[in-house]
């Protein structure tokens, strides 16, 4: 959802706001600064002047929770930051083993205030190069998600953004220690998505539906990390047992219009899997 944050600054914001990542050199110079949650030594410059922090995890798990990102929160904070607008997941607050509940406990446990963006299965996720989805799409024509019939309420990353952007820079409106749980228009089966991924690439993409196992088997021979597989496993058994198909009316609340559909991001987003074009 970076990247998208970054477009809706960049486009609405008259502000001043800089982007703290792995490569400064692709904003404009002043825009961004080098940054790595696993390098303490780049923290004060990222943290220098901070007023409103917007706190995305670079990648999800229990060990960089622990060792980067809840020390980062501590080094925020002491170095002045009021208010950290942070984006979690849905059932952040009940499910312990993941790493966004430590998160939010620390943000919590903070005197800075927070606003916490729950958010449900990102639309871009089926094309980001963490989650590999991408690959098994165009080598194997086939959606391999453990979710079982689960249902979840897809949202467009885009649309996340700009709940986003209200937080960080409405000044007008109180959104400090608010959770906001951030849905699509409605709960969307795995099945579902590939029939929709079949109409827009115009060919079959079957909806594997395989087993924890053989999804973690898959993800480790690409080299996704134990940490990542083990919050994907954990975010798909959620959805297999049905906890992941609240739907909210927030997004259209904050924003004044629905939510964007999954088949109008498909369509936007079709050229991605043509030229494997991943995130």
């Known amino acids: 959802m970076g ?37 303490r030594a780049t923290w004060p410059a990222a943290l220098s002047g901070v007023d409103v922090l917007s706190l995305l995890f670079p990648l999800p798990g229990n060990r960089a929770a622990r060792e980067a990102i809840i020390p980062f929160i501590e080094a925020a904070e002491k170095a002045g930051c009021r208010h950290v607008v942070y984006v979690s997941v849905f059932g952040a607050d ?54 079982g019939r689960g249902k979840t309420t897809f949202i ?3 649309d996340a953004a700009e709940v986003a952007a209200l937080a960080v820079t409405d000044t007008s409106a109180d959104h400090a220690d608010r959770v906001y749980h951030l849905t699509g228009p409605r709960p969307i089966a795995m099945s579902e998505v590939a029939d929709e ?31 990542t597989v083990g919050f994907m496993c954990a975010v798909y058994t959620l959805t297999k047992l049905g906890f992941n198909q609240q739907v909210t009316d927030d997004v259209a609340r904050l924003l004044g219009r629905p939510p964007r559909t999954l088949s109008s991001f498909l369509e936007d987003s079709a050229w991605r899997w043509t030229d494997r074009a991943w995130t």
Not at 21 to 37: K, L, T
């Open 156 to 158: 467009d990353a885009r």
């Open 197 to 227: 991924l079949s109409r827009v690439l115009g060919r079959r993409i079957r909806y594997a539906n395989p087993s924890l196992v053989r999804f973690a088997r898959r993800l480790r021979q690409r080299e996704v990390g134990w940490d």
């Open 94 to 147: 009940r499910a312990r083993f993941i790493p966004h509940h430590h998160v939010e406990l620390a943000l919590r446990g903070s005197s800075m205030a927070s606003t916490v963006l729950r958010c449900s299965f990102f639309m871009q996720n089926l094309h980001r190069a963490i989650s590999t989805h991408g690959d098994d799409i165009v080598d194997h024509d086939e959606l391999f998600i453990p979710a």
């Open 3 to 39: 990247q998208q944050l970054v477009d809706v600054l960049d486009r609405d914001y008259d502000g001043p706001w800089r982007v703290a990542c792995r490569h400064p050199e692709r904003f404009a110079a002043g825009r961004g600064v080098a940054f790595d949650f696993f390098d």
